[in-house]
């Protein structure tokens, strides 16, 4: 085993105590060199007066540190007062207050796994959450600890021109001839999760934002100089994000300066430490010649996120990692409607749904399931998830919608000012939001601590006068939580009547309402003069799935008039569903499914024009992962074979139709990514991708051309995309093409790389091994890893689970080698097996004894945490 340890044992929220010693102030002098970087500390320490705290030594955190000096209030500790056992350093009879100094020499320019501090591209730069700091000094490496910080870089003065940390700069100076540091105050006190470190040649976009109340605050974008053009994107989004916190929360930012770093080898996507964000360039940099507007999305959301955590994770941060998703489920609601006010809220709230149901729902269903407030873990790492961070926004939008937007703000209210400056839990933001809305959410709290997707089945009945709803709710089993209470789950409804418009429900007229359901079953009935058809979850109003024998026509009804956009693309899902599960029993039959989707598609496309964004997620087919995830056992390659002959049939026989939209939504004028362009650019390639599975002959032309001539990524990538998906004529020569033109835009290669690992079949096989040695290809550079292998992995399950087992020896041969390089990356890679279980005989065995054989090996704790859930899984 790596890291010279025993298996990392479970952490039990049950086991939680208040720290035994609190570090008020943190002063750091981090001398940065080739080799032999030295950071000094000094922390003034003080016993914990909390009668519930840990007792006895005080133990800090410190991985691969080497120590030089440890003194106490001045004093060189004696051999015998202190043990250091390269996780931790335990500081024996210390007084209940003084002053520890430490020195320490790390080593950030072997540090691949990307946590603490390291070398990315000739910069230095750090990242501490979940437990990174460790890695760079000792300290209470822990959430609940909160400190005031003054650090001061030293630098080589001309390979590192840009000294930063968080907070304002205070002072600076010369060191000799060729060095120079800075020092930096951070006035608010943080956990050290947030501390931050960047030096490098870097470039600087500065603008100003004044803020409500009249502050002027500093912006200031920090990247390569060659990227100095790609910034305005980001920046405009920060100022966006700033107002809309002002207006929609009433938070002003805090300091003087906000700084963004953009850092090439990042394990995620973007980092909110205090007055100075590190991103991944993928999730800030944005030029319309390489960035497609899906990149151009992300940069806005990703800015907005990290924006709103100054007060949804660092003004309040969390008191433990368990409660993780105070902060990150709540940030997301935040940007989520801020995406949706700055574009159009209904498509952003399907996309958002669609990636919550197709990956947070098979989370649920598989090995990982974990409540959104875990109660066990081993590695933090492993769960900064799609559960914690996607079905914790969707909790906290359940109680925006049970309270009512004034209420939920009053609760936002309270529980800014009740806990700024502290370090707090969920059921303390459920305290606020109960307070404040005046209702008693007991119940509603079992979402944070139940794991699993609750089933909502949906009966119905007609007399002639009175329409009844029997709704029952349960919630499957999950590892570890075998039995599961109700939950309290909001209904949004309608009842539509023959002309398509919604009845009324009540005397006052009203003819929508949200029912609280809180039983395992209830009834609800409703007088209304013809049977209805039932519009159920409107706008997603609870994460559950929700089963209700739909007719083909209810749906083509729903599809047609319900005016919840939410409602309309379920109907069209559970249409597509339908029809691909027929295929797979009847696969002859592509033509006449197609045929009997034609007229309820023809309808959606005479719409087209009004909102072109939500019409491409209406005649968007669930991907392939998506559609197995529906069955029982896993039907890779009939899957593949059933929903390509659906598409394909829907080619031909709405081609004309389709060549229509190509042509009506091609835009003009200079690239712009606003939400109005950026839709009519994803309905032209929805009909374009209809038009190259038919197998039209012009296809091969216009994509080549369109691939060739575009002024943007968005188009040329998609014009690759579906050469090489359909194996056009000329692929291969844009593929050569592309990689010629942008061999020097790593971003824009990370593409290149997993267009080419998404081509389904087992023959992207040998092309994924080619592209394992291409000399673009690093282990080193998540970004590159995720192209190449992320998608390999997640999004083509015909390459991944070819029949011979070729993809699992591959897939798990890979995971070897990346792990030894950064292992909370190769953990993350390793959850595209969860599906093992579902798995049919003998894949299902080929992967478990490939799985066997990884494990057997020499692995990370991260990844053999995953591993070992995952095999357990199986019967
Ligand atoms: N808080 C960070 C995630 C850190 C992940 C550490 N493994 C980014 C974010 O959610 O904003
Ligand atoms: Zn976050």
Redesign the pocket.
Known sequence: MRDGQAAQSAIRLADYRPPAFLVDQVTLDVDLRETGTRVSASLTLRRNPAPEAEQGDCVLDGVALTPERIAVNGEQLADDRWHYDGRHLTLRALPDQCTLDTVVTIAPETNTALEGLYVSKGMFCT?C??EGFRRITFFPDRPDVLSRFVTTVRADKAAFPVLLSNGNPVARGDEGSDRHWVRWEDPFPKPCYLFALVAGDLACLDDVYRTGSGRDISLQIYAEPRDLNKLDHAMASLKAAMAWDEKTYGLEYDLDIYMIVAVSHF??????NKGLNIFNTACVLAHPATTTDAGFQRVEA?VA??YF?NWS?NRVTCRDWFQLSL??GF?VFRDQTFSGDMNSATVKRVEDVDMLRAVQFAEDRGPMAHPVRPAEYQK??NF?TVTI?EKGAELVRMQHELLGPEAFRRGTDLYFSRFDGQAVTTDDFVDCMEQAGGQDLSQFRRWYSQAGTPQLTVQDSYDGTTYTLTLKQSTPATPGQPEKLPLLVPVAMALLGADGQPLPLSADGQTETVLQLTEAQQQVSFEVPERPVPSLLRGFSAPVELNYDYSTEQLRFLLAHDTDGYCRWDAAQRLYHGAVQRLLDEPRQAEAEAAALVPALEQVLARAADDPAATALLLTIPGEVALADRLPVLDVDGVHEARAALVSALGRQLAAQWWVQVEANETSGPYRPAADDIGRRSLRHRALGYLAAAGDKQMADFLGDLCRNADNMTDELGALRLLCHYRLAGSEAALAAFAERWRDEALVMDQWFAVQASVPGAATLSRVEALLAHDDFDWRVPNRVRGLLGTFAGANPTALHAADGKGYELYTQCLARLDTVNP?VAARMANACARLPRLPVPRQTLLAQALEQLLAGTVSDNLREVLERILASRD
């Open positions: 990242q959450e979940a394990n995620m996507g973007a980092m909110e990703v996120h990290e955590h994770g902060k990150e940030t933090i790492d900064y961070y909370q």
